[in-house]
């Protein structure tokens, strides 16, 4: 019966009409006037996948993140708080597209090809959450028909929230020692902890961007439990106006343009942050005395939260594997300096957070930053229990101390996904044991120019990549093109590849000044074009 409504409301309140959709990086991501029917079709993939679980929660956030307004998206969150297992994003793509009036017969299908027994659909357990866009109401109106056809047991709202609020939510709930699953419950793990480690001072001051989006109002909240040890004034604040969000501001802004946002007033000795749309992504930033900007991108963040992080756990007694993740988008100085300074093992992975999380996994610590500001540190659950498990007193008194400081920084990271939120404080925290300004940070090496550009194809699938991403295999010939303009640029790189997530090509180029390096990615959009 259950499934014989699926199909009656979807043909009657959800149909679909004659658009292709694919589950890609960010989930289903396109213009909001097209994702009704996607977005039903979402909530019956999120309780089947919630089956597959025996029952745990599976979260949905709708977002578009640092989309235009007009865009918006939808991702579905496994039980601990990882994006959906890469295996399902094909069965998600296919029941998205299934015709009208079959989609009981299509979910039947994907049950038996994953052998998942659709009476229990009964005991589902879905979490949602939305961003501040104008069209969430409604699509979540949709999602929410989803849930009610198929028939889960609970479904909660969280309301608007942070994309890693929604993904720490749903871990919390599957897995109660991470901590209260509520948003009053993430405020305070992560405000203890960074009240714990920077003690009761006033923290130095910090801007921060709020993307006209939903990292303002929750960083408002926040502000609540945290006090003036986070010592933030919020600008780009005004989530309830739809037509900016995004708009010159955030950190995706920042990140492409290499300039501060809107409304910020340079001010030397000041932190500046940015989050995107839905603060999953942070950027920093500072003016030099000259009022020069210089962003401290995601790249800078890694090397100064994963150097510190090693030095961390050795000064504390523990003998750990830590790496570093990072994208073929990472600045080659930042490589360099890992690999020949900091001497931390380095992976790269293909672009999308799953890659860099899964990636992550294979060391004892993984830190994984995407150049865009994406990232976060996860710790191996069997480590992180022997952290816990260790007898401090055992240990000298500086290490201790030092033991003391691991387990409240531990706790002050969002491990679920990137978390502008926890990341910034994370960063604030390495500032301040380091005794380190912005400029100090900056200083530990110079990021090569670099530039990217969109190119609009006819058919950017016509592009193959490979080596994760670095190199293309088609069409034919335009590698040996790429190469050839690289190799008469000093120092440069650059790389062709579809995006996940628009529909066009983009080219990455560096160089050894930024006059070579905005030629080489001209000449190189040319060829791609
Ligand atoms: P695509 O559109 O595939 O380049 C973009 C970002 C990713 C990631 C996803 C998901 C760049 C170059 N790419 O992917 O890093 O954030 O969006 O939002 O910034
Ligand atoms: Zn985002």
Redesign the pocket.
């Given at each position: 019966a259950a499934l014989k409504r699926c199909d009656e409301v979807g043909s009657s309140k959800h149909p679909l009409k004659d658009v292709k959709f694919s589950y890609g990086?960010?989930g289903f991501r396109t213009k909001a006037n097209t994702l009704d029917p996607i977005m039903y079709r979402v909530g019956l993939m999120a309780a089947l996948r919630s089956v597959k679980f025996k029952g745990q929660y599976i979260g949905v956030m709708v977002t578009a993140?640092?989309n235009p307004v007009c865009d918006n998206g939808v991702k579905i969150v496994d039980p601990y708080g990882d994006m959906m297992e890469e295996k399902w994003e094909s069965y998600a793509t296919t029941l998205a597209n299934a015709p009208n009036g079959e989609l009981a017969a299509t979910l039947q299908d994907i049950a038996k090809a994953l052998d998942l027994n659709l009476e229990d659909i009964s005991k589902a357990k879905v979490i949602y959450g939305y961003d501040t866009r104008p069209s969430c109401p409604e699509l979540v109106a949709s999602l929410v028909d989803g849930f009610n056809a198929i028939g889960v047991e609970v479904c909660k709202d969280l309301g608007v929230v942070t994309t890693p609020q929604l993904h720490f939510v749903t871990r919390c709930l599957n897995d109660p020692s991470y901590g209260e699953a509520t948003l009053e419950g993430y405020y305070r793990k992560i405000a203890e902890a960074f009240k714990k480690i920077q003690g009761p001072g006033k923290g130095p001051e910090v801007v921060l961007d709020g993307a006209n989006g939903v990292g303002a109002p929750r960083t408002n909240d926040f502000k609540k439990y945290v006090g003036k040890a986070f010592n933030v004034t919020i600008v780009n604040d005004a989530s309830h106006k739809d037509d900016v969000l995004n708009d010159s501001c955030g950190a995706d802004f920042v990140k492409v343009q290499q300039k501060a946002p809107n409304n910020v007033t340079p001010t030397h000795g000041v932190h500046y942050v940015s989050f995107d749309g839905d603060a999953d992504?942070v950027m920093y930033y500072f003016f030099d005395k000259d009022m020069k900007f210089h962003m401290l991108d995601g790249d800078k963040i890694a090397t100064l939260i994963g150097g510190y992080l090693a030095e961390l756990v050795k000064d504390a007694g523990h003998s750990l594997n830590l790496g570093v993740v990072q994208?073929a988008?990472a600045n080659g100085s930042s490589t360099a300096y890992l690999e020949n300074e900091m001497k931390v093992p380095i992976a790269c992975t293909p672009?999308?957070?799953k890659h860099l999380h899964h990636a992550a996994k294979d060391f004892d610590i993984g830190v994984y930053f995407?150049a865009?500001g994406?990232g976060t540190v996860i710790f191996d659950s069997k480590v992180e229990k022997k952290i816990r498990d260790t007898d401090a007193s055992k240990l000298s008194a500086s290490q201790q101390e030092k033991h003391a400081l691991l387990l409240n920084v531990i706790d002050l990271i969002n491990q679920t996904v990137g978390d502008a939120l926890s990341d910034a404080l994370m960063v604030e925290v390495v500032l301040k044991q380091k005794n380190w300004t912005c400029e100090d940070w900056d200083a530990c090496y110079t990021d090569l120019p670099n530039r990217?550009l969109k190119v609009s194809v006819k058919d950017r699938t016509a592009v193959q990549v490979t080596n994760a991403e670095r190199q293309t295999t088609a069409p034919a010939g335009l590698q040996e093109a790429v190469d050839e303009a690289v190799a008469k640029y000093s120092k440069g790189r650059s790389f062709v590849r579809p995006?996940?997530?628009?529909d066009v090509v983009?080219v990455y180029a560096e160089a050894e000044t930024r006059e070579l390096c905005d030629q080489l990615a001209y000449e190189v959009a040319q060829i791609t074009h």
């Open positions: 990086t960010a993140s640092h992504r994208t988008y672009t999308g957070v995407e865009n994406h990217q995006s996940g997530t628009e983009r």
